[in-house]
């Protein structure tokens, strides 16, 4: 696999494939072994609802990282992102059960830049509701 | 009880070298769900020109949030951190983290605030190699809920 996208090829506008993730509770356990985030939140269901939550949270940081994705994927080269930033605007909630919860994912070219680069926006919804605000991220092209 | 805008400015010592290891990317990617090979394949991420295999874009959390813990359970700042939550991030890198690299990262608060009765504390993480090598720049914003003064009943 290698960066597959040439700056000559995308304009603003441009649209990158759409992707769908399913997060389980399963998921959530395992980002948090991998990544050290502990937070109860994450995976216990009686003190999550106990502090106001829906239900058992998934970890923003899962969500940004799956996001990520319809940027890698399309890119080729992860060490394309140059730049990558969100905020978390809603959170996640992953109830016990089969299905999980399901993130869909989107982005669109907002900006040719410099040194062959480009400023892409992603939409990630939830459940109907948008999770990430002003998801952003610079991609190196080639 | 509002956090002490003192903190400011503050830059906490860098947190204790750590070693990116191949297997760890490789298990955060499985994390996250990602097949990319370059997270993987020694070959198919030397054939994208680098050393050795490619964390992905927010591994660096995993470097990052040592240091923001330094300044989260900070006794003198006294932040509760049942209330926390985590309100944005965002990383820049000037090089892709790789394994083999040997990363410390160095916390600064740079901003404290007070929002519709939350505390937002907003830290940036410099990720360096040991041997001082800048590779980016890993930014939180950190809410605690319901925390400033002027917080209604909670």
Known sequence: ?142 | MALDQAFAGRTYPPTEPYLVSREKIREFADAIGDQNPAYRSVEAARALGHPDIVAPPTFAVVVSSRASAQVIFDPDLGLDYSRVVHGEQSFSYTRPVVAGDLLVAVATVEKIRSAAGNDLLTLSCALQTAGGEPVGTARSVIVARGTAEDAGPA
Request: net charge negative.
């Open chain 1, 1 to 142: 696999m290698s960066a597959s996208v040439g700056y000559d090829t995308v304009q603003v506008g441009t649209e990158l494939p759409a992707q769908g993730f399913d997060l389980k509770r399963v998921d959530l356990v395992r980002y948090a072994g991998a990544s050290g985030d502990f937070n109860v939140i994450h995976w216990n269901q009686r003190i999550a609802t106990s502090v106001g939550l829906p239900n058992v949270i998934a970890h923003g940081m899962l969500t940004m990282a799956e996001a990520a994705r319809v940027l890698t994927d399309w890119v080729g080269d992860p060490a394309a992102v140059v730049e990558y930033g969100v905020r978390f605007t809603r959170v996640v909630a992953v109830p016990d059960d089969d299905l999980g919860a399901r993130l869909e994912v989107s982005g669109r070219v907002t900006e040719l830049l410099q040194g062959r680069r480009v400023r892409v926006e992603l939409t990630a919804t939830a459940a109907g509701d948008k999770v990430l605000g002003q998801a952003r991220a610079v991609v190196q092209l080639t």
